[in-house]
């Protein structure tokens, strides 16, 4: 057909489909590396102000005992920073 037709471009369709697959599976893999990186940042991000949070209130528990606060009283502090994680 080719030689019949000289001014005729002949494409190996298939070719271009597997070298387009490759391309896209490629791509694919790195999107996937991309939001896994990310999710596991988040999830250190996110245990960093969990930690640093309680240490807080460590800090702040020890200073009001020291202030003369009972045992019952830190119970009733509010726990707002825990209750946020939850919504």
Do not use: H
């Amino acid at each position: 057909m080719v030689r019949a037709y000289p001014n005729l471009t002949v494409l190996d369709t298939g070719l271009l489909i597997a070298q387009l697959r490759g391309i896209l599976a490629k791509v694919s893999q790195a999107v996937q590396f991309v939001f896994l990186f990310t999710l596991v940042a988040g999830g250190l991000v996110m245990l960093a102000c969990v930690l640093t949070g309680a240490r807080a209130r460590t800090r702040e528990s020890a200073i009001y005992r020291a202030l003369g606060a009972s045992g019952k009283q830190l119970q009733k502090r509010p726990g707002w920073n825990w209750r946020c994680w939850v919504c």
